[in-house]
Nanobody, 117 residues
Framework: QVRLVESGGGLVQSGGSLRLSCAAS????????MSWYRQAPGKERELVAT???????KYAHSMKGRFTISRDNAKNTVYLQMNSLKPEDTAVYYC???????????WGQGTQVTVSS
């Protein structure tokens, strides 16, 4: 059974930091590209960051320089380190896994991040 379980969300103050984790199981984690998405109330889900199976990273413009995506294949876990958080970062953050060519596409249940002013 494929599972993606996010953790680490919570309430933080503006300027604070938070580290999200996504524990994966049920598939060959090391060959999947992993991504973090987020969705605020009333808004479309948007890509936050992506890390390929080879370790290459991409970030949305607004997150670049503040967020860092990383992966630990030995632990089947992908992380999102979030620094200098802003109230507009408030959203549900989702973990996503994609196989080569996008043949497989899995989603976690999401974890709430709330940034207070």
């Amino acid at each position: 059974q494929v599972r993606l379980v996010e953790s680490g969300g919570g309430l933080v103050q503006s300027g604070g930091s938070l580290r999200l984790s996504c524990a994966a199981s049920g598939f060959t984690f090391s060959v999947y590209a992993m991504s973090w998405y987020r969705q605020a109330p009333g808004k479309e889900r948007e890509l936050v960051a992506t890390i390929s199976s080879g370790g290459s990273t991409k970030y949305a413009h607004s997150m670049k320089g503040r967020f860092t995506i990383s992966r630990d294949n030995a632990k089947n876990t992908v992380y999102l380190q979030m620094n200098s958080l802003k109230p507009e970062d408030t959203a549900v953050y989702y973990c996503n896994a994609k196989s080569a060519y996008g043949i497989e596409n899995y989603w976690g249940q999401g974890t709430q991040v709330t940034v207070s002013s």
